[in-house]
């Protein structure tokens, strides 16, 4: 029913710079918050940076000052500006999104995960 696709990822050295992009797709009425989180080998799934509709955003303390989430609303489409990369952001990027899906019975909420992206920061 609603597809997340996310691009962006890659291999980059440290100190330089990534985008990522998240696209919802779908039988969608609306997105209210949509985040990226990160999963590193042996680690647990955690939060980067989160952006509501209304475009309040958070970030771990981590990225803080080093990436940007952005999003346009008309495009259903989540960003996140990286910069300053450093090898511990190395991990899979995963796009996730708390949206109304329309349905029979009226808009219904849903929490939607893409299928990730690796992001490699060499040193």
């Known amino acids: 029913q609603v597809q997340l696709v996310e691009s962006g990822g890659g291999l980059v050295q440290a100190g330089g710079s990534l985008r990522l992009s998240c696209t919802a797709s779908?039988?969608?009425?609306?997105?209210?918050?949509m985040d990226w989180y990160r999963q590193a080998p042996g680690k647990q799934r955690e939060l980067v940076a989160g952006i509501t509709s209304g475009g309040n955003t958070n970030y771990a303390d981590s990225v803080k000052g080093r990436f940007t989430i952005s999003r346009d609303n008309a495009k259903n489409t989540v960003y996140l500006q990286m910069n300053s990369l450093k090898p511990e952001d190395t991990a899979v990027y995963y796009c996730?999104?708390?949206?109304?899906?329309?349905?029979?019975?009226?808009?219904?909420?849903?929490?939607?995960w893409g299928q990730g992206t690796q992001v490699t920061v060499s040193s």
């Open positions: 996730h999104a708390e949206l109304l899906l329309n349905t029979a019975y009226g808009p219904k909420g849903y929490s939607y």
């Open positions: 779908g039988n969608i009425f609306s997105i209210n918050a």
